[in-house]
């Protein structure tokens, strides 16, 4: 064998490594970067696509704090009045806030400066939508219980923090859309019994609109709303490193394991494309798709609203709720209660979140179920929760086009008046028609899947027997497929084996609703030998489960990480 000789290492090329494995010896000693770094580097990673979404609210937020920091080197939120003489020719003499002058000159004056403000708007509208739909991924399938409560907490406090960061941010420009946006956000402060006027005055600083409310806005917007993001995303992130991820059910994957990528090199070569991908068509967006021109809209005047005005989607369903809401209102020891503006805007949203933080407890509360969860529900699987959450879905849809109604009745030509009472109706009786849908179809899935497994996939063949009946094709499943069919395990309703004669009236009401709630289960079809194995694999991680319900450390401390190669 031929040896080639050594390139003997020069002094200024041994200098740098000796430095660095000088230094890092000096942090390792004085922090656990070795052991640290050693399971981060392997930590596993789910390969499912549906993962991506949390990823892809991540990678917008990153986006939207580099443009953001770009704009705010250009942006007055000074709310004394000017005279715009900028390039943009429309406004030229146009008497406006400090505000808009500087956001019109950010867009034609600064180089980039439209490009910049675009990406960081689109980014805003993907980062709310990636939130929202990861979070109903994650309820779905069940990834919010135990021990994931905290994390679902946390999730959906970001998803509220971001809904308040993006109607911040979008009123900023003091322009005549978003200045109609905050006369609306105005009057539901006032709506509020009692401290109502009082909240008012103190947020726009006097009487409305004042000369504070941009600039508090802009506090807002670039440090108190944004440092409560970032904290709450360390902190989930944290969280998901340390109570591992959920999986889908497939072989070699059971509640007692987290397969997946390691995090070097596999998922971090496709968590940086993925993080370029959603710059560059953010980007591409801003390019080519124009998204709230306010040069076009003209700067804010009290005495002025704009025509169609409509918000942006994340909002539109508060729009869309004052606009559905009868005129109510009743007056008591001289102060007057506005029903139509406190319950649609206020009452509405209150109890849409609460029933987020809650909802959690409340299932855990219905199925008695106090185990850890590590593999993915399929949705199916669950019909009432599903249906639950597609209700939800479609009531917020009724209120978005809600929101729109002028400009669908105009667009169609029918009454307005009569397409209000029609989304009415609708925000009434559509959740319900789509619970008891979804409900209905989640069984007919199972059901086929009971059939699958019984007599496997047909071929799309017809064979005729000798007595001259038809009977069509089938062909076995494979091991893969019966697997993720058969591992599910089973919600049995709380207190079945309670007599009901020991049961309280209280304990008798959760019974009920618990048997209700699991209602619609249709039992696979597994052998006594299948059956063992199900319950084997879908059994939690080896621990006490005596201890605290509330606790939901363990799962991170026993679900140990295994790498696909």
Request: hydrophobic share 45%; glycine share 10%.
């Amino acid at each position: 064998m031929t040896s080639f000789p050594q390139k003997k290492r020069t002094g200024a090329t041994a200098r740098p490594e000796r430095a660095a494995d000088i230094g890092f010896r000096t942090l390792d000693r004085r922090m656990p970067a070795t052991e640290g770094g050693r399971a981060l580097l392997r930590k596993a990673f789910p390969d499912h696509w549906s993962f991506l979404l949390g990823e892809l609210a991540l990678y917008s937020l990153v986006v939207l704090v580099l443009t953001g920091t770009y704009l705010t080197l250009f942006f007055d939120p000074g709310m004394a009045e000017v005279v715009y003489k900028g390039r943009h020719g429309p406004l030229q003499g146009v008497l406006m806030s400090e505000a808009y002058a500087s956001t019109v000159e950010l867009s034609f004056d600064v180089r980039g400066g439209l490009l910049v403000r675009q990406i960081h708007h689109w980014g805003a509208l993907v980062f709310v939508a990636a939130l929202g739909v990861h979070m109903l991924r994650v309820f779905f399938t069940g990834a919010f219980r135990r021990p994931r409560e905290l994390n679902w907490v946390i999730g959906v406090t970001l998803f509220l923090l971001a809904l308040l960061e993006g109607f911040t941010g979008y009123s900023l420009p003091d322009d005549l859309l978003s200045g109609t946006g905050l006369r609306i956000a105005q009057g539901i402060i006032t709506s509020i019994p009692v401290v109502g006027t009082y909240l008012s005055f103190f947020v726009f600083g006097g009487e409305y609109p004042g000369h504070d409310i941009v600039s508090r806005l802009y506090i807002t917007h670039v440090l108190l709303v944004p440092g409560l993001l970032l904290a709450l995303v360390v902190a989930h992130l944290v969280l998901v490193v340390y109570l591992k991820h959920t999986h889908w059910a497939v072989p070699g994957r059971t509640n007692r394991n987290a397969v997946g990528q390691p995090m070097v090199p596999q998922f971090a070569a496709k968590s940086t494309g993925l993080f370029f991908t959603v710059f560059g068509i953010l980007t591409l967006l801003a390019a080519v798709a124009q998204v709230n021109p306010v040069y076009n809209y003209g700067p804010y005047r009290p005495d002025q609203v704009s025509t169609a005005a409509q918000p942006d989607w994340y909002v539109g369903f508060l729009e869309g709720s004052l606009r559905l809401m009868p005129p109510l209102e009743t007056t008591l020891w001289g102060h007057t209660l506005m029903w139509n503006v406190l319950l649609p805007a206020v009452v509405l949203p209150a109890l849409l979140f609460a029933a987020l933080y809650l909802y959690p407890l409340v299932e855990r509360w219905l199925t008695g179920d106090t185990g850890e969860h590590h593999l993915c529900d399929r949705p199916r699987n669950h019909p009432v929760r599903t249906g639950f959450g597609v209700a939800a879905v479609t009531c917020y849809a009724v209120l978005l086009m809600a929101g729109g109604n002028d400009v669908i009745a105009e667009t169609l030509r029918v009454s307005l008046n009569r397409l209000t009472w029609i989304f009415r109706v609708g925000f009434v009786l559509g959740p319900i028609i789509a619970f008891f849908i979804t409900r209905r179809v989640c069984v007919a899935l199972q059901s086929a899947d009971r059939e699958r497994l019984l007599e496997g996939t047909e071929t799309g063949e017809v064979y005729q027997e000798v007595d001259g009946n038809m009977q069509p094709g089938h062909t076995g499943l494979s091991a893969r497929e019966q697997y993720v069919l058969l591992m599910r395990k089973r919600v049995e309703p709380y207190g079945q084996r309670l007599p009901v004669e020991r049961m309280s009236r209280w304990q008798r009401l959760r019974a009920a609703l618990s048997r209700w709630f699991v209602r619609g289960q249709v039992r696979p079809p597994a052998t006594p030998g299948q059956q063992r194995e199900i319950t084997s694999r879908t059994a939690g991680p080896s621990q006490d489960e005596d201890e605290d319900e509330g606790g939901g450390g363990g799962g991170g401390k026993e679900s140990r990480p295994t790498s696909e190669p």
